[in-house]
């Protein structure tokens, strides 16, 4: 598994975890490169694994609401 399939798992493993835990990993890995992350593999993923597509695709949108609420 490369570093950043390894990231993607590490923030997937928090998508239930508490807003705290969830933000201390994206302020390690770094904003941007989480979004982009997730964002790539929920294209690459729509095709062959809609669930774990969903769930990039959910990831990234929490990440965004706690990183930029309304």
Known sequence: M???HRAI???LALKDAPDDALLDQVDAIGERAVRHMLCDEAARLQHTDLPA???CAALADRIDT???PA
């Open 66 to 68: 706690l990183i930029r």
């Open 9 to 11: 798992a590490e923030l």
């Open 53 to 55: 597509a969903t769930d």
């Open 2 to 4: 490369d570093t950043e």
